[in-house]
């Protein structure tokens, strides 16, 4: 059995600023019982010797190999460009002054 108490709800409510009914503190003194038990048990199963897991099956990486491929020229890139200015994009100002 747990050490969570009605007075411990109410206090861990009053550090998260949330108003509990008594009823409220009466559900939650046991669905955190339980919760800490459960967490207890899981303690006790998870020896030196169990290899820490955060999925059940391995994962592995879906990705395709990052390899450099061809890239767009300068030309090419501010070709279609509405305005361009010294080899860049030229856009207005968004804060409503040049910078």
Known sequence: MSEITP??????????????????????TGQLD???D???????V????VVATS???PLTNVFRADEPG?????EQAL???????DDRFRVTAILGEEQ
Do not use: Y
């Open 34 to 36: 339980v919760i800490v």
């Open 70 to 74: 061809e890239v767009l020229t300068l």
């Open 55 to 57: 999925h059940p099956i």
């Open 7 to 28: 007075d411990l709800v109410r206090h861990l409510g009053v550090l998260a600023r949330i108003q509990l009914s008594d009823e409220e503190v009466d559900r939650l």
């Open 79 to 85: 070709h279609n460009a509405p305005d361009a200015a």
């Open 38 to 44: 459960n967490i207890a048990k899981v303690s006790e």
């Open 46 to 49: 998870a020896t030196p010797d």
